[in-house]
């Protein structure tokens, strides 16, 4: 089995899953979260990086109301900031090229 496999997965945990049906989805669900929760490794490079953003996208997705309200709102909020950023570069182009 590969170690993508939700079920290969929990035998990992089978401490924190005893008693619960490996076949029931949010046993998978939960021992996915495990293995979230145990990661190791750089968080500097540009692959972590990108597996946190993947994360949050999946987290965010599986959230709903207010946490999903709050979620959009900072994706929304980190935009406006690389809009008002680029917008106040290219003044600053713009300004530098007119000397």
């Known amino acids: 089995m590969s170690e993508d496999n939700p079920a290969r997965r929990s035998s990992r945990f089978d401490d924190e899953l005893v008693g619960l049906d490996p076949d029931d989805p949010e046993t998978q669900a939960f021992a996915?979260?495990?293995d979230r929760?145990?990661?190791t490794g750089p968080a500097f490079t540009v692959e972590a990086?990108?597996?946190?953003?993947?994360?949050?996208?999946e987290g965010s997705n599986r959230a709903g109301g207010l946490r999903w309200f709050v979620a959009v709102l900072l994706?929304?909020?980190?935009l406006l900031g690389v809009?008002?950023?680029a917008w106040d570069t290219?003044?600053?182009?713009?300004?530098?090229?007119?000397?």
């Open 32 to 34: 996915e979260h495990l």
């Open 37 to 39: 929760m145990q990661r």
């Open 49 to 57: 990086s990108l597996r946190g953003v993947a994360d949050f996208a």
């Open 75 to 78: 994706v929304c909020l980190i």
């Open 83 to 85: 809009l008002v950023s």
């Open 90 to 99: 290219l003044g600053n182009l713009l300004d530098w090229l007119a000397q």
